[in-house]
Structures are given as C-alpha cells and as structure tokens.
C-alpha cells in the first residue's frame, strides 16, 4: 500500500455507543476498532438490533459516539461530510427535482457552474444507465432505477467513501441482482471504499471483499474475514460463483456466525 493510501484509511478506535432510555443506559454499540483500507468493499451483516446501523450512522457522521475517535485521512470525523456519501434504504430523491436535478442537486450546494455540473450529471447518469432518464422525476422510475439515480448523485460529488445502507433491501430478487452486477461493476471501475450493510449473508459474500458479521447486546463485531473465494483483489464475479463450494462454504460459516450471535447455533447444528 502506498503511502497515500495509508493516509486515506478509515480508522476506528474504541468507538462505543449509549443511548438514555427510561432512565437507563443502553450499549448500542461495545468499543470497537476498525480500520478499513482504500478501495475496500466491506460488507457487514448481523442479527436485527446488532448495531449495523448504528455502526453506520456513526461513520457517517450522523450520529456522535459515546466514547471513541474515527479517523478519515488523519481527520477527525465530527459530523456529516461530503467526502462521506450515503445511500439509504429508500431512495430520498427530491420528487420536486429531476432525475437529472437530483444528480446535479450536491454540485449546486459546492456552486459548481452550470455547464460543468451537466456535464458531471451526465457522466454519472451514463454510468447508472440512467441518461435517457435525466428529463423525468423521480416518481416516474422504477424502485431499482430510483436507486440508480441516488447512487449516481452520490458518486457525483466524488466522495472517498461510500456508506450504503441495505439500499437493495425493498427490492425484488431479479432487480436485486441485477443491481449488485451493477455495483461491482461501478466499485471495479472507480474502487472506491464501500461500507455496505445488509441482512443477506449472500449479498455481503457475492459483493465484499471483506464481510464483518455483528452479534447483539451489546453490538459488537464478532467476525471479520477476506472474501477469497473470488480470487485476488475481489475480482469480479458473475452470478454462478454462488454455486461453487468456496462460496458456499463461506456462506454457511457465515450464516453459523449469525446463528451464533443470536444464541440458535445449538439448535440448527441439531436440525442437521
């Protein structure tokens, strides 16, 4: 790794999350400590309540750690930040806007000019598959294409990181797949890091180069492993690696660590 590289890591250190409810303390999230390289794609996948999100929020900088540093680039991370995009679950495009306004919408914000900010638009509606798109509003698109256009305005601002929250959760199972080739494909053209949350263990495997699974109470990382069943720098894969054994096996390793965190492990080992 060059020594760029190095400085542009995401760093987690003790990072720990309480919340006060009905005057008492909750551990959301245990002190953890983390670092994710440049050009990562991690995916993290848990039982509900494991603190995926909260996780999340936090390197997003929505929500403030109870105890803690995170370092971006040697820069203490204390709020939102442009360099940190995210895409949620539902696509929270701006209906009044279009398709192509919702791509140009951050652009404006950093008053970039006009006939630069198109022409960035355009370049990321290409990349999505969207330019034919950029004309409509948001409601005239399809669930998954809706979903394109909130990637392609995250990618427009060029952050360094990417934080995705099941953004392919409420889709169909075609529309699913279809978008996470779509996804590699982007990841393998402009390596950015991703961290991706999800409740699929296939999903977190078939996209991933590194899969974190979090167990509950309190939110804890409790396994954290390359994904080497696609070969050297997570090469891109197709849809039929999900049948060969190295996937598969990872997936049911997985899958026990989830079962594990949720205390079941005992009895689907017995179902078997």
């Keep these: 790794m060059s020594e760029l590289d190095a400085r542009n890591r995401l760093v987690l250190t003790d ?9 008492e303390t909750v551990r959301a999230l245990a002190p ?7 050009g990562e794609f991690v995916c993290v996948v848990g039982p509900s309540g494991c603190g995926k999100t909260t996780l999340l929020q936090v ?13 971006v680039g040697g820069q203490h991370v204390r709020g939102p930040d442009p360099d940190r995009g ?14 192509r306004g919702n ?12 006939t630069e900010r198109a022409a960035t638009a355009d370049r990321m509606l290409d990349l999505v598959g ?13 669930g998954g294409q809706q979903q394109r256009c909130q990637i392609a ?7 360094r990181i990417i934080l995705m929250d099941e953004p392919f959760g409420a889709l169909d199972a075609m529309t699913r797949e279809k978008l996470q080739l779509e996804l590699l494909d982007l990841w393998h053209q402009r390596r950015k890091t991703i961290v991706f949350v999800t409740h699929s263990v296939e999903e977190a495997i078939f996209l991933g180069t590194r899969v974190l699974v979090m167990g509950a109470q309190p939110g804890r990382v409790i396994y954290d492993r390359q994904v080497s069943c696609k070969g050297d720098n997570g090469a891109q894969p197709d849809s039929r690696i999900r049948s060969t054994p190295e996937f598969v096996a990872m997936r049911d390793e997985v899958a026990a660590k989830i ?3 949720q205390g079941v492990i005992g009895s689907v080992v017995a179902a078997h």
């Design 15 to 23: 990072i720990g999350v309480d919340y006060h409810s009905g005057g």
């Design 32 to 38: 953890t400590s983390l670092t994710i390289d440049p």
């Design 59 to 71: 390197l997003a900088g929505f929500l403030e750690p109870t105890s803690g540093t995170i370092l």
């Design 86 to 99: 995210v895409v949620f679950q539902q696509p929270n495009l701006y209906p009044w806007l279009t398709v």
């Design 103 to 114: 791509v140009e919408f951050g652009l404006r914000m950093r008053h970039m000019p006009r």
């Design 130 to 142: 969207l330019r034919e798109y950029g004309r409509r509003r948001p409601y005239e698109l399809s």
């Design 153 to 159: 305005r995250v990618l427009a601002t060029d952050p």
């Design 259 to 261: 079962y594990e965190a």
